[in-house]
């Protein structure tokens, strides 16, 4: 089984989220980073410390990040050798698809899980040197789920 690295609760208030997980959890954060996919700018912390990590995103109404009904847990991410091959899988495997970073030059997608009422993120192994630079700059690679045909 490859690691997840990283789970994600979208939040309509960042800052709140950050404060309760940190006096509950004793977990640290990195500083909230402003950012836009397509038409939605949104905001984006993760845990310091190494995975797996915490993340949190507050986005707005009807983006991927909805929290306009509150917050709540939304994926689960994992690294995969091939985000198009993985999400192929997926789909064939009756979960479908949820949204698509790669139309935005993103190569992540969620997939809807209905037997635990969360998505679950594929993220192409390609952007893991980036994320690391960004978020973990000590870290080590991590595992990717490998999407040879036939594996």
């Known amino acids: 089984m490859?690691?997840?690295?990283?789970?994600c609760f979208v939040t309509?208030?960042?800052?709140?989220?950050?404060?309760?997980?940190?006096?509950s959890a004793g977990v640290e954060w990195s500083d909230p980073v402003a950012d836009?996919?397509?038409?939605?700018?949104?905001?984006?912390a993760f845990t310091t410390g190494g995975p797996p990590f915490i993340e949190l995103i507050e986005g707005p109404p009807g983006s991927p990040w909805d929290a306009s009904r509150g917050a709540r847990f939304d994926h689960i991410g994992f690294w995969t050798s091939d985000v198009r091959q993985g999400s192929r899988r997926l789909e064939?495997?009756?979960m479908p698809?949820?949204?698509?970073?790669c139309p935005y030059g993103r190569p992540f997608a969620y997939h809807?899980?209905?037997?635990?009422?969360?998505?679950?993120?594929?993220?192409?192994i390609g952007r893991q040197a980036a994320?690391?630079?960004k978020w973990h700059?000590?870290?080590?690679p991590m595992p990717a789920i490998d999407e040879t045909p036939g594996t």
């Open 2 to 7: 490859t690691a997840f690295y990283h789970v």
């Open 12 to 23: 309509p208030d960042i800052e709140q989220a950050m404060r309760d997980l940190r006096r």
């Open 36 to 44: 836009r996919l397509g038409e939605w700018d949104y905001r984006i």
């Open 92 to 94: 064939d495997e009756g």
């Open 97 to 101: 698809l949820d949204f698509s970073g």
């Open 112 to 124: 809807q899980l209905d037997s635990i009422g969360a998505r679950i993120e594929l993220v192409d």
């Open 131 to 133: 994320f690391l630079s």
């Open 137 to 140: 700059p000590e870290g080590r």
